[in-house]
Nanobody, 120 residues
Framework: QGQLVESGGGLVQAGGSLRLSCVASGSIFSINVMGWYRQAPGKQRELVAR???????NYADSVKGRFTIFRANAKNTVYLQMNSLKPEDTGVYYC??????????????WGQGTQVTVSS
């Protein structure tokens, strides 16, 4: 019934910054939660940050104080601001959203992923 489109990944030196964006589209009624996950090859996908419709945020301990998740002015858009990046942050970052569609169906949707590589 819709999709998530991610952008903003790339190659950056340790200590640098990147901003990831995620835009949800489709026949959306509401979005309960939007978040970011990441996955390195051979590792399990892990939660990085999430934000609820009420504005509550949660962060992985490894990114607290460095990453910030926030909603943008555009509708159905979320950003992940990543500062003080470390090589350990390298991985494919996926946007995720729990969406209620106009049909009132509720589904969890994943983006295609965007690569973030942090060099030493």
């Amino acid at each position: 019934q819709g999709q998530l489109v991610e952008s903003g990944g790339g190659l950056v030196q340790a200590g640098g910054s990147l901003r990831l964006s995620c835009v949800a589209s489709g026949s959306i009624f509401s979005i309960n939660v939007m978040g970011w996950y990441r996955q390195a090859p051979g590792k399990q996908r892990e939660l990085v940050a999430r934000i609820t419709s009420g504005g509550t945020t949660n962060y992985a301990d490894s990114v607290k104080g460095r990453f910030t998740i926030f909603r943008a002015n555009a509708k159905n858009t979320v950003y992940l601001q990543m500062n003080s990046l470390k090589p350990e942050d390298t991985g494919v970052y996926y946007c995720n959203a729990e969406i209620v569609w106009t049909s009132r169906a509720l589904t969890v949707v994943w983006g295609q992923g965007t690569q973030v590589t942090v060099s030493s």
